[in-house]
């Protein structure tokens, strides 16, 4: 069974950066495709970044430009670089393997989740 253990969180002010770490084990890291993702209070769990196990990346359109997310395989490891950081950033922060769900098109994550990572964005 994988699991994963995200870190790097914190305090930052607006316009400040973070990179967030994501370390999994028990599982061939190398061959998923990892996602990052954040629940805000009051809100649902969104996927914000995406890598695939051959390194192609998208993003949604609120971190577009801002956020970085990469991977090491020898490390079991992915990362996300967060830029130009916004109040609305702050959540909660986890990463997993997608996992879309139908009909519903939910992306329940494929592995348990982790406890996350609180990134608070204030000055």
């Known amino acids: 069974q994988v699991q994963l253990v995200e870190s790097g969180g914190g305090l930052v002010q607006p316009g400040g950066s973070l990179r967030l770490s994501c370390a999994a084990s028990?599982?061939?890291?190398?061959?998923?495709?990892m996602g990052w993702y954040r629940q805000a209070p009051g809100k649902q769990r969104e996927r914000v970044a995406r890598?695939?196990?051959?390194?192609?990346?998208n993003y949604a359109d609120s971190v577009k430009g801002r956020f970085t997310i990469s991977r090491d395989n020898a490390k079991n490891t992915v990362y996300l670089q967060m830029n130009s950081l916004k109040p609305e950033d702050t959540a909660v922060y986890y990463c997993?393997?997608?996992?879309?769900?139908?009909?519903?098109?939910?992306?329940?994550?494929?592995?348990?989740w982790g406890q996350g990572t609180q990134v608070t964005v204030s000055s």
């Open positions: 997993n393997t997608p996992f879309i769900t139908l009909p519903t098109g939910d992306d329940l994550g494929k592995f348990p």
């Open positions: 028990g599982g061939i890291f190398s061959i998923y495709t």
């Open positions: 890598i695939t196990s051959g390194g192609s990346t």
